[in-house]
């Protein structure tokens, strides 16, 4: 995705910063006309109609970012579309305002509508990097596919330690311990991926000198499949890491999504009554 670079993010841009030009444009103009504009001013209801019109348009995004087959333009353009709209309602929200804070519900809905703004930027940036990171961790495999592998060479490892040695079952168990994520491993991912213990030649020539002498093939073949399982776990858990903050990211754009049209259509109802609607 050209999101950050590329002459067609270079347009969208230009473009962007235009149309916000245009906006604050117009508001200058509108307090040269209208000096003692606020939200129940002429002035100060059409910003507001704009921005509930843009606030419908935003939620359009959500439907077709789902809509894989969709006709009507590519979802880079729907992205692109989607944050400067976004940049451009709190602008007129701010408009609408004429920069008198007294409403509570008036500040509420504009604190809400902060938090979607900020939140969307931060997600416009993760969807234009994450796929970057994700192809970087990938081993060429599905989460799916990683999944069976592991499994497989989970039961590999036990077949290898099957009827061994008491001090054999003791190397497999500790393998198999560094290798368990443990509870709430996804949400430890958040913080950074678990470090485990290295396979270096000295910690391999510990664990060979714990068996007995005929063991120790095997035991050399258990280190290395439980090697290969540790770099596909570590490859799996990188691509999990920045799934996770994606699901955070979306727990929290589109719940304050969601509130802020219930916030816009209780402040509009309430406007209306107040003016004798």
């Given amino acids: 995705m050209s999101f950050l670079g590329g002459s067609a993010a270079r347009r969208w841009r230009f473009g962007g910063l235009a149309l916000l030009g245009l906006a604050v444009a117009a ?11 606020h939200g129940g001013s002429p002035g100060g209801l059409a910003w507001g109609i704009l921005a509930t019109l843009l606030i419908l348009a935003l939620v359009a995004f959500g439907w077709r970012k789902r809509a894989y087959r969709s006709r009507l333009g590519k979802l880079e ?15 007129a929200v701010l408009f609408h305002t004429g920069w008198r804070f007294q409403d509570r519900l008036a500040l509420t809905t504009l604190g809400v509508m902060a938090l979607v703004v900020a939140s969307g930027l931060v997600g416009a940036f993760l969807y234009a990097l994450l796929p970057r990171f994700l192809t970087a961790a990938s081993s060429r495999r599905t989460p799916a596919e990683a999944s069976a592998q592991l499994n497989q060479q989970a039961q590999a490892m036990a077949l290898l330690a099957s009827g061994r040695s008491p001090a054999f079952q003791r190397v497999f168990q500790g393998l198999l311990d560094e290798a368990t994520p443990g509870r709430f491993a996804g949400w430890r991912l958040l913080a950074g991926r678990p470090r ?15 068996v007995p002498p005929p063991e120790r093939d095997s035991l050399r073949a258990l280190l290395v499949l439980s090697r290969q399982h540790q770099e596909l776990l570590e490859s799996l858990e990188a691509q999990q890491f920045y799934r996770n903050w994606l699901e955070v990211w979306l727990w929290v754009h589109v719940p304050a999504s969601l509130a802020l049209l219930v916030l816009v259509a209780v402040h509009a109802i309430t406007a209306l009554y107040y003016r004798g609607f």
């Fill in 27 to 37: 508001w200058l103009l509108q307090r040269r006309l209208e000096p003692a504009s």
């Fill in 77 to 91: 353009g729907w992205l692109q579309v989607h944050l400067w709209l976004g940049l451009l309602v709190l602008l």
């Fill in 196 to 210: 485990r213990a290295e396979a270096g030649e000295h910690a391999w020539s510990r664990k060979l000198g714990e």
